[in-house]
T-cell receptor
Framework: RKEVEQDPGPFNVPEGATVAFNCTYSNSASQSFFWYRQDCRKEPKLLMSVYSSGNEDGRFTAQLNRASQYISLLIRDSKLSDSATYLCVVNGASKIIFGSGTRLSIRP | ETGVTQSPTHLIKTRGQQVTLRCSSQSGHNTVSWYQQALGQGPQFIFQYYREEENGRGNFPPRFSGLQFPNYSSELNVNALELDDSALYLC??????????FGPGTRLTVL
């Protein structure tokens, strides 16, 4: 079993739709969590940190569920520019694990 | 722009050779992490350096080694290159928080 698992997608949704991604992790001692966005042939860029209390940044909402060991990302009112691969990241003791990424494609 | 730079941008080597990749961290950041990203995969953690000491390591063999310098820039060295080492190599710097900021990467091709 992978330490961090993500649905690879691809998700193909119309502009304006709401889309949600989940990411599960196996190490209950994991300490911090993030979502990154990666455009084709570019480096990952930090999207947002993820907390148990949940956090929101404009159209993006991230949530951590420690009991069930998953993190989620919700994108509301999706834009064409949201098309990218979304990577979850789980930090543990001296180890940083990326999920394999979920591809999102927004169609006009 | 993150302020993290990497060199070279692209590199072609042959099997068995050695390679050194370089990374300059963002100003004020004392931690550098290195990743290998194969096509269609997420970045795989190689190791992390904090204040010139290795601070964590992923599942990579010893022929992957690194250094961090007093100015917090870093090198990744790979010996005895194999075809499967062909990938995008990313470095990321971080400060007091866990958030990482990535450089543009070095694309290594091993023939």
């Amino acid at each position: 079993r992978k330490e961090v698992e993500q649905d690879p997608g691809p998700f193909n949704v119309p502009e304006g739709a709401t889309v949600a991604f989940n990411c599960t992790y196996s190490n209950s001692a994991s300490q911090s969590f993030f979502w990154y966005r990666q455009d084709c042939r570019k480096e990952p860029k930090l999207l947002m940190s993820v907390y148990s209390s949940g956090n929101e940044d404009g159209r993006f909402t991230a949530q951590l569920n420690r009991a069930s060991q998953y993190i989620s990302l919700l994108i509301r009112d999706s834009k064409l520019s949201d098309s990218a691969t979304y990577l979850c990241v789980v930090n543990g003791a001296s180890k940083i694990i990326f999920g394999s990424g979920t591809r999102l494609s927004i169609r006009p | 722009e993150t302020g993290v730079t990497q060199s070279p941008t692209h590199l072609i080597k042959t099997r068995g050779q050695q390679v050194t990749l370089r990374c300059s961290s963002q100003s004020g950041h004392n931690t550098v992490s290195w990743y290998q990203q194969a096509l269609g995969q997420g970045p795989q953690f190689i190791f992390q350096y904090y204040r010139e000491e290795e601070n964590g390591r992923g599942n990579f063999p010893p022929r992957f080694s690194g250094l961090q310098f007093p100015n917090y820039s870093s090198e990744l060295n790979v010996n005895a290159l194999e075809l499967d080492d062909s990938a995008l190599y990313l470095c990321a710097s971080s400060g007091r928080g866990w958030e990482q900021f990535f450089g543009p990467g070095t694309r290594l091709t091993v023939l």
